[in-house]
């Protein structure tokens, strides 16, 4: 049942008056799911919901009491009364408990937590007050929780000292604490599968992940999430958790190197993302001659086998990826954006057999793809805003017989296409973009004949379009400010 934006009322309609079978305080034997939004003045519920589950309360700030709620599992309280924390502490069946904007709280009721054993997931979200959640909440008593997610608490700069005893903690997230400096010292707990830190502006270590002097791990992490975290300028020693399968790194502007090992021995590596990091000048390289068979693999990114894809963005100083190539055989998609001192691409990406999309953005220092040219397999290949990446034969478009899409474009100088830069007929979408000084189009666009999709914008000195008038281009032309 959910009811909404009932500003005048009070209480919920007593059923029993109307049904003579219903015992009085029972007037919804069967619910098992309600929601109130937005009931500013409703001040009381009926006094017991035998079978009610799921219960969600959203700005009913009068309601300070909640009834009897013996089968309650799931509770949800957004801009609401701060009575109801008091209510929460018996209701030992409840396995996910969310809070959000309750105001006036400076601290969370010592013992508040104690009895909340049942509790798997955990949602702590913009207390505006709130500088510390301490162990006398009753955290070292959640030994079933999986899930904790602190956030939008601007003022929190001290997580739970026992964090490393929930036992069966996997997945934990912290986003919108700009307070927050660091982790507790006694470390996360021994199952944690999934780390996001997000809008952490203060914080400037992360935990640890192996034991120290040892390479055992302290938790099986498998996915790692940093964003928009100024003050970090490192990350925690040595590798990588051998477990992970994403890593994500993003506007972390202060964030100066990688550890030189820290991909050492991630085969299970499946994600990789790093952009917006402007400090960060160089990808980490380690030796792999005890891993691979062939001596001449020292780069990181090699050993990634499970890679699937890989994207590298706004990181302006980046001058190389990889020296010796990148995996081979699962890497999908490849996304370089941003990084304007790049001056070439890893080696040997014509060996990338599961290659099926390149986009290359804003990287004015490249100028030509590796030798070898690009995988037969590639179906989609964008290159905008490389004002010295031009066209040429080199390419090899004609040899990618796979190729349905092409995008092109921002490359200020060009005037026209070199005669002998061949298009394959397999491609059925082109894209030009941003090229003022174009006069031409490719030659021979008639002999594509699989062409379904013509788009042309920003190309103001284009002359001619064909020597003959072609009915069928001309309908799947899109011609956004020439014509």
Avoid at 244 to 251: G, P, S, V
Avoid at 398 to 426: I, K, M, Y
Wanted: glycine residues 4%; contains cysteine; negative net charge.
């Amino acid at each position: 049942m959910k009811i909404k934006c009932c500003e005048e009322l009070i209480a919920l309609p007593n059923l029993s008056r109307a049904y003579d079978s219903l015992e009085q305080g029972t007037e919804f034997p069967y619910l098992c799911e309600l929601s109130i939004w937005t009931c500013p003045n409703l001040k009381e519920l009926p006094s017991l919901f035998l079978s009610l589950q799921v219960l969600e309360i959203n700005e009913c700030q009068e309601l300070a009491e909640l009834p009897k709620l013996p089968s309650i599992r799931e509770l949800e309280f957004e801009k609401c009364n701060k009575g109801v924390l008091q209510n929460i502490v018996g209701l030992t069946s409840v396995t996910h408990l969310h809070l959000n904007q309750i105001p006036q709280i400076p601290s969370l009721p010592e013992g508040f937590l104690q009895h909340l054993t049942a509790l798997e997931e955990l949602q702590i979200a913009h207390f505006s007050e709130i500088t510390t959640l301490s162990n006398e909440i009753g955290f070292p008593n959640l030994l079933h929780l999986k899930r904790l997610e602190i956030l939008g608490c601007p003022f929190l700069h001290e997580l739970p000292q026992c964090l490393h005893k929930l036992s069966s903690l996997k997945e934990f997230k912290v986003s919108g604490c700009p307070s927050l400096v660091s982790f507790p010292g006694t470390g996360l707990p021994s199952m944690l599968r999934g780390l996001e830190i997000k809008d952490c502006e203060a914080l400037q270590f992360l935990p640890e992940w192996k034991m120290q002097n040892s390479n055992k791990l302290l938790f099986p992490l498998e996915y790692l999430v940093i964003e928009d975290c100024s003050s970090l300028k490192s990350l925690p020693r040595g590798e990588l958790p051998s477990t992970l399968k994403q890593l994500e790194i993003k506007d972390c502007i202060n964030l100066e190197c990688l550890p030189k090992d820290m991909i050492h021995n991630n085969t299970c590596l499946e994600i990789l993302k790093i952009s917006g990091c402007h400090s960060v000048t160089s990808f980490p390289k380690a030796d792999y001659q005890q891993l691979c068979p062939l001596p001449l693999l020292p780069d990181g990114l090699h050993n990634l086998v499970h890679l699937h894809h890989l994207e590298v963005t706004e990181c302006p100083l980046l001058q190389s990826i990889t020296e010796f190539g990148l995996p081979n055989s699962m890497l999908q998609s490849i996304k370089i954006s941003g990084c304007g001192s790049l001056k070439s691409l890893p080696n040997r990406m014509h060996s990338l057999t599961s290659l099926q999309e390149l986009c290359i953005e804003s990287c004015s220092n490249l100028v030509s793809f590796p030798e070898g040219g690009l995988p037969t397999n590639l179906l989609s290949l964008s290159i905008l805003d490389c004002e010295n990446f031009k066209p040429s034969f080199e390419w090899g478009l004609h040899r990618l017989t796979c190729l349905n899409s092409l995008a092109f474009g921002g490359c200020q100088g060009l005037v026209s296409f070199p005669e002998d830069w061949l298009l394959p007929t397999s491609l059925s979408s082109l894209q030009l973009h941003r090229l003022p000084n174009l006069e031409f189009l490719p030659r021979r666009l008639n002999n594509l004949t699989s062409l379904d999709n013509l788009e042309i914008s920003e190309c103001d000195r284009i002359k001619l379009f064909l020597k003959r008038s072609n009915r069928r281009c001309f309908k799947i032309l899109k011609f956004w400010d020439i014509l």
